[in-house]
Protein backbone atom coordinates (compact mmCIF):
# COMPACT_ATOMS: atom_id res chain seq x y z
CA UNK A 1 0.00 0.00 0.00
CA UNK A 2 1.30 3.18 -1.23
CA UNK A 3 1.95 6.26 1.43
CA UNK A 4 -0.60 8.23 -0.63
CA UNK A 5 -3.02 5.28 -0.48
CA UNK A 6 -2.56 4.68 2.99
CA UNK A 7 -3.66 8.74 3.34
CA UNK A 8 -6.62 8.65 1.44
CA UNK A 9 -7.66 5.46 4.02
CA UNK A 10 -7.17 7.14 6.79
CA UNK A 11 -9.17 10.22 5.89
CA UNK A 12 -12.19 7.92 5.02
CA UNK A 13 -11.73 6.15 8.25
CA UNK A 14 -12.05 9.22 10.15
CA UNK A 15 -15.55 9.74 7.75
CA UNK A 16 -14.04 12.73 6.84
CA UNK A 17 -15.26 13.40 2.97
CA UNK A 18 -13.12 13.47 0.34
CA UNK A 19 -13.71 15.23 -3.09
CA UNK A 20 -14.08 13.09 -5.86
CA UNK A 21 -12.89 16.35 -7.89
CA UNK A 22 -9.23 15.30 -8.87
CA UNK A 23 -8.46 19.07 -9.11
CA UNK A 24 -8.94 19.64 -5.64
CA UNK A 25 -7.50 16.47 -4.48
CA UNK A 26 -4.19 17.19 -2.95
CA UNK A 27 -2.85 13.71 -3.15
CA UNK A 28 -2.97 13.99 -6.48
CA UNK A 29 0.40 14.38 -8.11
CA UNK A 30 0.10 16.52 -10.73
CA UNK A 31 -2.33 19.13 -7.77
CA UNK A 32 0.84 20.80 -6.99
CA UNK A 33 1.53 21.86 -10.65
CA UNK A 34 -2.25 23.14 -11.63
CA UNK A 35 -2.51 24.86 -7.90
CA UNK A 36 -2.09 29.11 -9.23
CA UNK A 37 1.24 30.26 -7.61
CA UNK A 38 1.42 33.82 -6.31
CA UNK A 39 4.15 36.09 -7.77
CA UNK A 40 6.39 37.49 -5.15
CA UNK A 41 5.72 41.46 -5.15
CA UNK A 42 8.80 43.87 -5.57
CA UNK A 43 8.41 47.04 -3.84
CA UNK A 44 9.02 50.26 -5.87
CA UNK A 45 9.38 53.12 -3.53
CA UNK A 46 11.82 55.02 -5.87
CA UNK A 47 14.96 54.17 -3.62
CA UNK A 48 18.00 53.04 -5.64
CA UNK A 49 20.57 50.55 -4.10
CA UNK A 50 23.53 50.44 -5.88
CA UNK A 51 24.71 46.60 -6.49
CA UNK A 52 27.51 45.75 -4.44
CA UNK A 53 31.13 45.63 -6.83
CA UNK A 54 32.43 42.28 -7.27
CA UNK A 55 35.75 43.59 -5.59
CA UNK A 56 33.69 43.82 -2.35
CA UNK A 57 32.38 40.54 -2.68
CA UNK A 58 35.36 38.30 -2.88
CA UNK A 59 37.72 37.99 0.15
CA UNK A 60 41.77 38.33 -1.16
CA UNK A 61 44.17 35.33 -1.18
CA UNK A 62 45.77 36.32 1.40
CA UNK A 63 43.33 36.55 4.21
CA UNK A 64 42.69 32.60 4.45
CA UNK A 65 46.62 32.03 5.13
CA UNK A 66 46.32 35.15 7.47
CA UNK A 67 43.23 33.90 9.36
CA UNK A 68 44.74 30.15 9.94
CA UNK A 69 47.92 31.36 10.74
CA UNK A 70 46.51 33.48 13.92
CA UNK A 71 44.44 30.57 15.07
CA UNK A 72 47.80 27.84 14.91
CA UNK A 73 49.47 30.84 16.33
CA UNK A 74 47.64 31.40 19.11
CA UNK A 75 46.95 28.09 19.78
CA UNK A 76 50.86 27.37 19.99
CA UNK A 77 51.17 30.57 22.59
CA UNK A 78 48.91 28.93 24.66
CA UNK A 79 50.43 25.45 24.44
CA UNK A 80 53.99 26.48 24.78
CA UNK A 81 52.98 28.56 28.12
CA UNK A 82 51.86 25.52 29.68
CA UNK A 83 54.72 23.28 28.57
CA UNK A 84 56.59 26.31 30.03
CA UNK A 85 59.09 27.10 26.95
CA UNK A 86 58.54 30.63 26.90
CA UNK A 87 60.61 33.19 29.05
CA UNK A 88 59.13 33.56 32.70
CA UNK A 89 56.01 31.13 32.07
CA UNK A 90 53.91 29.68 32.48
CA UNK A 91 51.55 33.08 33.30
CA UNK A 92 48.32 34.37 32.54
CA UNK A 93 49.67 36.55 29.74
CA UNK A 94 50.48 34.48 27.66
CA UNK A 95 47.04 32.80 27.57
CA UNK A 96 45.45 35.66 27.12
CA UNK A 97 47.46 36.62 24.02
CA UNK A 98 46.90 32.65 22.56
CA UNK A 99 43.20 33.56 23.31
CA UNK A 100 43.05 37.04 21.75
CA UNK A 101 44.97 35.70 18.64
CA UNK A 102 42.12 32.98 18.27
CA UNK A 103 39.74 35.38 19.00
CA UNK A 104 41.15 37.67 16.30
CA UNK A 105 40.82 34.51 13.69
CA UNK A 106 36.96 33.82 14.39
CA UNK A 107 36.40 37.37 13.78
CA UNK A 108 38.18 37.06 10.76
CA UNK A 109 36.60 34.14 9.55
CA UNK A 110 33.09 35.45 9.72
CA UNK A 111 34.50 37.80 7.81
CA UNK A 112 35.38 35.45 4.76
CA UNK A 113 33.72 35.42 1.84
Partial sequence: MTVRAKAKSKLIQKNVTVN?????????????????????????????????????????????VVLLALLFLGVLVIILNFVGSLPSSPTNWYTLVGLVLILVSVVMATRYR
Fill in 20 to 64: SDTSSDPFDPSFSKRRSVKKSVSRNDGRYTAPIPKSVKKSPRWYP
